[in-house]
């Protein structure tokens, strides 16, 4: 179900809400849309980090009746950050800084869930990606029992080059990924740390597992290949924390 307070719709109000600088999760266009208030949506859209997506207008139909010209916005429910402003903050106030980055998990309770650990274990922020990630939306913020309302949240453009950027500033880049070369146990979770966890059906990309310093494994002892990701988030969360507080 889908909250009517989360959406805008009509071309002019969804370039009115982008222009005034509102964090938008995604923006739903129909396909064959043609006009000139159309061309100054794309425009308004140029150089965001807002995905959009075309789609059946039978679509956009199911979701509102109301005069929406073709076009309807969702916003998102949290203020996204970003992690370029936030490390040099944390590190100026004598912080350690711990990050969480999810590369491709789209579904919200997953998302909200992994957001409730990272909040109880300390985490500084989740990194998600403004493309093929998860939208932060109502259900997401229940799932995270209020986390979301207390954990910064960082939507980043490229998850390569914000791996690229943590790593510059020091950060140790953990990989959760069955291809790991050792136990999770092993790997170093003490100074600055990012940790990655991927979708459980594709992990992390390779471009990504690429940048990280250790890859690890959780083991499997039964005959199922894969735990949840939010169950698996968690095992790596406090296993960072466990290191931490020592």
Same mark, same amino acid.
């Given at each position: 179900?889908?909250?009517?307070?989360?959406?805008?719709? /009509? &071309?002019? +109000?969804? #370039?009115?809400?982008?222009?005034?600088? *509102?964090?938008? =999760?995604? $923006?739903?266009?129909?396909?064959?849309?043609?006009?000139?208030?159309?061309?100054?949506?794309?425009?308004?859209?140029?150089?965001?980090?807002?995905?959009?997506?075309?789609?059946?207008?039978?679509?956009?139909?199911?979701?509102?009746?109301?005069?929406?010209? /073709? &076009?309807? +916005?969702? #916003?998102?429910?949290?203020?996204?950050? *970003?992690?370029? =402003?936030? $490390?040099?903050?944390?590190?100026?106030?004598?912080?350690?800084?711990?990050?969480?980055?999810?590369?491709?998990?789209?579904?919200?309770?997953?998302?909200?869930?992994?957001?409730?650990?990272?909040?109880?274990?300390?985490?500084?922020?989740?990194?998600?990606?403004?493309?093929?990630?998860?939208?932060?939306?109502?259900?997401?913020? *229940?799932?995270?029992?209020?986390?979301?309302?207390?954990?910064?949240?960082?939507?980043?453009?490229?998850?390569?080059?914000?791996?690229?950027?943590?790593?510059?500033?020091?950060?140790?880049?953990?990989?959760?990924?069955?291809?790991?070369?050792?136990?999770?146990?092993?790997?170093?979770?003490?100074?600055?740390?990012?940790?990655?966890?991927?979708?459980?059906? *594709?992990?992390?990309?390779?471009?990504?597992?690429?940048?990280?310093?250790?890859?690890?494994?959780?083991?499997?002892?039964?005959?199922?290949?894969?735990?949840?990701?939010?169950?698996?988030?968690?095992?790596?969360?406090?296993?960072?924390?466990?290191?931490?507080?020592?």
């Amino acid at each position: 179900m889908i909250d009517k307070s989360e959406m805008i719709f /009509g &071309v002019r +109000a969804v #370039i009115e809400a982008i222009q005034s600088g *509102k964090d938008i =999760d995604k $923006v739903l266009v129909k396909r064959d849309i043609q006009s000139d208030l159309s061309k100054e949506l794309f425009a308004a859209l140029k150089g965001t980090m807002i995905p959009v997506q075309r789609v059946p207008v039978e679509r956009i139909n199911r979701i509102t009746r109301k005069n929406h010209q /073709g &076009v309807v +916005a969702f #916003i998102s429910s949290v203020t996204y950050q *970003k992690v370029e =402003d936030l $490390v040099p903050f944390l590190f100026e106030e004598g912080k350690n800084p711990f990050f969480v980055m999810l590369d491709g998990v789209t579904d919200v309770r997953n998302f909200g869930a992994i957001a409730r650990t990272c909040e109880c274990a300390g985490v500084d922020a989740v990194i998600i990606p403004a493309k093929g990630s998860v939208t932060v939306n109502a259900d997401a913020m *229940k799932t995270s029992a209020g986390a979301l309302n207390i954990l910064p949240v960082c939507r980043e453009q490229s998850l390569k080059n914000t791996l690229q950027y943590l790593k510059e500033s020091g950060f140790r880049i953990v990989a959760a990924t069955e291809k790991g070369d050792y136990d999770y146990t092993k790997a170093d979770y003490v100074g600055p740390t990012c940790i990655i966890m991927g979708a459980e059906d *594709k992990g992390v990309s390779y471009d990504n597992l690429a940048l990280c310093d250790e890859w690890v494994k959780i083991p499997m002892l039964g005959t199922i290949e894969s735990l949840n990701v939010s169950v698996a988030a968690g095992i790596l969360i406090y296993e960072a924390v466990k290191q931490r507080i020592k």
